[in-house]
T-cell receptor, first 115, second 116 residues
Framework: DGGITQSPKYLFRKEGQNVTLSCEQN?????MYWYRQDPGQGLRLIYY???????QKGDIAEGYSVSREKKESFPLTVTSAQKNPTAFYLC??????????????FGEGSWLTVV | AQSVTQPDIHITVSEGASLELRCNYS??????LFWYVQSPGQGLQLLLK??????LVQGIKGFEAEFKRSQSSFNLRKPSVHWSDAAEYFC??????????????FGKGTKLSVKP
């Protein structure tokens, strides 16, 4: 089935450690996104990428890093510099980065808890 | 600044009753509007979207939404709610971002509870 796969679903991290969240899509979409969701806050954009080897910071990029070496993959690293990393992380993709008939599709999300 | 407001944090309706979830946006250009639904611990599923044309948009699961430019609103409606509709609902507007297009601005969500 076509879709967006995020892994792991649940992840626990000790303070001071970096962790990487995986996001893979087989929809042949050019654009990919990472959002962070906190209770009562809606979704906020961390990073987005419109094409391989290109990515841009979103609203809350500090303490995060990404790469886009392959069209289907857009991993997110939560670094130790992120002050409050405990959250629900959502990966998304769309055919392209514009609104001419475009829709953003979401993965099932990854829960990150800092212990 | 562009924003999306969902005035109701939590709504409870009886099964079989009608539903309306409110969404207001602030955006200078023609908006691209979306409603997504999220079950607990899951990703977001697209219910419907408005890009242009008919201002009454039909979506999945029996939902519809009406775009009213004069009121800057895009309210979601369903004539008869089912227990399985209990979830959190997010309104979003698509906007240009940093010179490129493709960012979604989300409201903070409305949690829907359904009474038997």
């Amino acid at each position: 089935d076509g879709g967006i796969t995020q892994s792991p679903k649940y992840l626990f991290r000790k303070e001071g450690q970096n962790v990487t969240l995986s996001c893979e899509q087989n929809l042949n979409h050019d654009a990919m996104y990472w959002y962070r969701q906190d209770p009562g806050q809606g979704l906020r954009l961390i990073y987005y990428s419109q094409i391989v080897n290109d990515f841009q910071k979103g609203d809350i990029a500090e303490g995060y890093s990404v790469s886009r070496e392959k069209k289907e993959s857009f991993p997110l690293t939560v670094t130790s510099a992120q002050k409050n990393p405990t959250a629900f992380y959502l990966c998304a993709s769309s055919i392209r980065l514009d609104w001419s008939g475009n829709t953003i599709y979401f993965g099932e999300g990854s829960w990150l808890t800092v212990v | 600044a562009q924003s999306v407001t969902q005035p109701d944090i939590h709504i409870t309706v009886s099964e079989g009753a009608s539903l309306e979830l409110r969404c207001n946006y602030s955006y200078g250009a023609t908006p691209y509007l979306f409603w997504y639904v999220q079950s607990p611990g899951q990703g977001l599923q697209l219910l419907l979207k408005y890009f242009s044309g008919d201002t009454l948009v039909q979506g999945i699961k029996g939902f519809e939404a009406e775009f009213k430019r004069s009121q800057s609103s895009f309210n979601l409606r369903k004539p008869s709610v089912h227990w399985s509709d209990a979830a959190e609902y997010f309104c979003a507007v698509g906007m240009n971002y940093g010179g490129s297009q493709g960012n979604l601005i989300f409201g903070k969500g409305t949690k829907l509870s359904v009474k038997p």
